[in-house]
């Protein structure tokens, strides 16, 4: 008898113990920096059950089922807007591989695909960034809407944060601040540059919405040399699907200046992850004509003492006493390779020495000159 019970709890320690390692993101994470194991890249246009791969714009990792679910940002002119499922097998000697193993239709509220964008733009899906509540075995995943405002033609989407099944089924919505619905007027968010990152905090009662850029009454855009830009973070409560609370970040400048000067340039945050204790990783994306990689700087940002601005309407007439504070933890031009279109992180399963994995996605665009890349990192406590 006292076998089996020294057997019972020897299992029961084991089982705590390995779920406890895999258990995603249920605990704060300290991170005092990121170290970089390797690199995956999938093959150009690489095609999957009548879909092109690629616009990987959002990673989650399942803990459970050791998968990933990654958002597709095509808006249905390459196959149904989508998510795929893969396995990712990493190792502190690197990533083995990338395998899809599954594509995924979003349905709308009607039970239907999306519509291909070119041909009804008002019923497409401008997918950006989702993730996954194991808590309630659902997915969450960010729209930036349309905002196409000609002397012509006027096409308004409003941005959406929609909850669906892992089957795709659509369930619910989360309701909108008043100041993040779009306008014919140049008031609320620019068109493409809205919802691009989500994540939830350590035990799933919150959702974190990031901008990418400012909206009309927080300022311009970001700029060249001291030209920053301040963007909206909101938090939800995830129960009540209602915002709570929004806080002010501020982007850096774009790090160089277009070739030739006046063409686009843009620095915005592509996405966020929760690491506990109202602290989120930060990708700062930019990129300007002319460059090949994208510039992206990934910090540590802290809201603990900032002050809530739901209230504030134009973040450039009211001072801000204490916006989100950020800490530089990787400018990844430092990694002396070729970096792509970052737009997703998320943390993956443990390594053998104990350590947090860490993996980033790029969105190619769809463009040949592009690549889908997967960057694997150890965060290093």
């Not at 779920?19 to 150009?44: D, K, Q």
């Not at 879909?51 to 399942?62: A, K, N, Q, R």
């Not at 905002?147 to 006027?154: A, I, M, N, P």
Request: proline letters at 6%; glycine letters at 6%; hydrophobic letters at 35%.
């Amino acid at each position: 008898m006292r076998q089996v019970l020294f057997f019972l709890v020897i299992t029961f320690m084991i089982g705590c113990s390995s779920a406890r390692r895999s258990a995603g993101n249920t605990s704060a994470v300290s991170i005092s920096e990121i170290r970089f194991l390797g690199e995956y890249i999938l093959p150009n246009n690489m095609s999957f059950k009548n879909t092109t791969v690629g616009g990987l714009s959002g990673i989650d990792y399942d803990a459970k089922r050791d998968l990933y679910y990654m958002i597709c940002d095509d808006p249905s002119t390459r196959g149904p807007a989508r998510f795929y499922t893969a396995k990712i097998p990493v190792s502190e000697k690197g990533i083995d591989s990338v395998q899809i193993i599954e594509v995924t239709p979003l349905l709308n509220p009607h039970g239907q695909t999306y519509a291909d964008i070119t041909k009804d733009r008002i019923h497409s899906a401008d997918v950006e960034a989702m993730r996954y509540d194991p808590s309630r075995d659902e997915l969450i995943w960010s729209s930036e809407g349309q905002r196409v405002v000609r002397t012509d033609t006027q096409l308004l989407q409003d941005p959406a944060v929609v909850i669906i099944t892992r089957e795709g089924h659509y369930k619910d919505s989360l309701a909108l601040p008043a100041n993040m619905h779009v306008h014919t007027e140049e008031k609320g968010p620019r068109h493409n540059s809205v919802f691009e990152g989500v994540t939830f905090d350590e035990h799933y009662r919150h959702v974190f919405v990031s901008l990418e850029d400012a909206i009309y009454e927080d300022g311009p855009r970001a700029g060249l040399g001291d030209s920053t830009a301040w963007i909206r973070i909101i938090k939800y409560n995830r129960k009540i699907k209602e915002p709570v609370a929004q806080y002010a970040y501020q982007l850096d400048p774009v790090p160089y200046a277009p070739d030739p000067p006046g063409a686009f340039k843009i620095n915005g945050i592509s996405d966020i992850l929760y690491t506990g204790n109202d602290k989120f990783m930060v990708i700062e994306r930019a990129w300007s004509t002319g460059r090949v990689p994208s510039d992206i700087r990934v910090y540590i940002a802290d809201a603990k003492n900032a002050d809530d601005i739901s209230s504030v309407t134009f973040l450039t007439e009211t001072p801000l006493h204490r916006p989100v504070t950020k800490k530089l933890l990787l400018d990844m031009s430092s990694l002396g390779r070729f970096i792509d279109n970052i737009e997703g992180v998320t943390f993956g399963p443990v390594l053998p020495n104990g350590h947090r994995s860490l993996v980033f996605v790029a969105d190619d665009n769809f463009d040949k000159k592009q690549k889908s890349q997967f960057l694997l990192f150890e965060v290093i406590p």
